[in-house]
T-cell receptor, first 113, second 112 residues
């Protein structure tokens, strides 16, 4: 996880609240991938973004989830009206777009109570 | 739907032995293959990437790829207790979208 930053590292939300997860890619990287890891399950792709563009959101639930990667600032994964099933570890990874080795950030562990 | 399957664990080996981890994938168009190590409660750490058929060695780790058989493996020689972790096989389809499809992982325990 050389340089990919995520915050917060742990997030507790009550059902119905909003969760905002932030990811700052490695310096010089402009491509960000978000993955979710549910308890006892593998990592699942959610969304792929470049600066100001969503390239592939095929893994993201159609409702309550959204993602952005503005020209300035971190990428944000937003979950509205959280439910218990959203409790998981959310990881982001970044690349320059010229190679495909992905390095992961430390993750945000979301707990919905 | 693209799938990545890993041999079911857990896998337990004595210290100093060779640990062998296996992975198969369903998408024949896959071009890039990766092994990640994940300690409990931590994020995945890239340990090997392989792109062409054959073997690739890096220290105690050797990745093997056979595209005809759609098979990837990771060998860990001289296993150490610090190698105890879950090993994730990941595959991407190439092109300009590098999203990864992961297996569920194999838990490896190296016993002192």
């Amino acid at each position: 996880n050389a340089g990919v930053m995520q915050n917060p590292r742990h997030l507790v939300r009550r059902r119905g609240q909003e969760a905002r997860l932030r990811c700052s890619p490695m310096k010089g990287h402009s491509h960000v991938y978000w993955y979710r890891q549910l308890p006892e399950e593998g990592l699942k792709f959610m969304v792929y973004l470049q600066k100001e563009n969503i390239i592939d959101e095929s893994g993201m639930p159609k409702e309550r989830f959204s993602a952005e990667f503005p020209k300035e600032g971190p990428s944000i994964l937003r979950i509205q009206q959280v439910v218990r099933g959203d409790s998981a570890a959310y990881f982001c990874a970044s690349t320059t777009g010229q190679e495909d080795e992905q390095y992961f950030g430390p993750g945000t562990r979301l707990t919905v109570t | 739907q693209k799938e990545v399957e890993q041999n079911s664990g857990p896998l337990s080996v004595p210290e100093g032995a060779i640990a062998s981890l296996n992975c198969t994938y369903s998408d024949r168009g896959s071009q890039s293959f990766f092994w990640y190590r994940q300690y409990s409660g931590k994020s995945p750490e890239l340990i090997m990437s392989i792109y062409s058929n054959g073997d690739k060695e890096d220290g105690r780790f050797t990745a093997q790829l056979n595209k005809a058989s759609q098979y990837v493996s990771l060998l860990i020689r001289d296993s150490q207790p610090s190698d105890s972790a879950t090993y994730l096989c990941a595959v991407n389809g190439g092109g300009s979208n590098y999203k990864l499809t992961f297996g569920k992982g194999t838990l490896l325990t190296v016993n002192p």
